[in-house]
Structure formats: C-alpha cells, structure tokens
C-alpha cells in the first residue's frame, strides 16, 4: 500500500510541475507577443509608379481559357522564378518533359491522397 501511495505522490507531483512549466510557456509567449506587436505597425502600401494607361482587360470564362499542357505551366513558373524572358532564342532553358519523383515512402504518400481526396 506505501508503494501505490508514493507512485501517485510522484505521478501528482510530476503533473504538477508539467503544468506549471506549461503556464509559465503560455505567459511567456502571450508577452512576446504583446511586445512584438507595437513594432510591427501596419504601413500603408507604397503605390507604384505610374507607368501610363494600362491596357483594359477583357474577363474571360473558365470554358473560354484553353487548357495548358503542365509543362507549359511548369516552364512558364520556372521562368517567371528566374526572371527570364519567355524568349528561349537567348540560352535559356527548355523544359522537354515533367516526370513526377515520388521519394516518400508509401504510407506517406496514401496519407497525403486521403487527405487531398476526402476534401473534394
């Protein structure tokens, strides 16, 4: 009976002070966040420099928009990360074909599909 009554001493004790240290975490963190938020005051966006009229838009529908192949897609986000020119005539590259690398085992891959595919 002494041995069941100094376990729970320990096991109350140990709770205790996991909750403590987690309430000193909140506070601590509630002050940072108290101190960092008079630094970070919103400015107001800088405006642009006028570079003339800009050409009017014309709204297109979804059915209207011809579907890009995803290696269209894929070179045209290369090339706007690069900062290149849509040129390829000036050394720059060529995306030939996009093949999808799976490294992740595959428990990881079936959960990532049953999230993605029970949200639609």
Do not use: C
């Amino acid at each position: 009976m002494h041995l069941i009554l100094y376990g729970l001493q320990v096991t109350v004790i140990g709770m205790l002070v996991v909750f403590a240290g987690l309430l000193i975490l909140i506070l601590f963190i509630q002050l940072m966040e108290r101190g960092f938020a008079g630094s970070h005051k919103k400015q107001p966006p800088a405006s642009p420099p006028n570079q003339g009229p800009a050409a009017p838009v014309r709204a297109q529908s979804a059915a209207a928009v011809p579907a890009q192949p995803p290696v269209a897609v894929i070179a045209a986000a290369v090339a706007a990360f690069l900062g290149q020119q849509a040129d390829q005539q000036r050394g720059g590259f060529t995306v030939r074909a996009v093949r999808r690398v799976y490294t992740a085992p595959p428990w990881q891959r079936a959960g990532r599909e049953e999230q993605i595919y029970g949200r639609m």
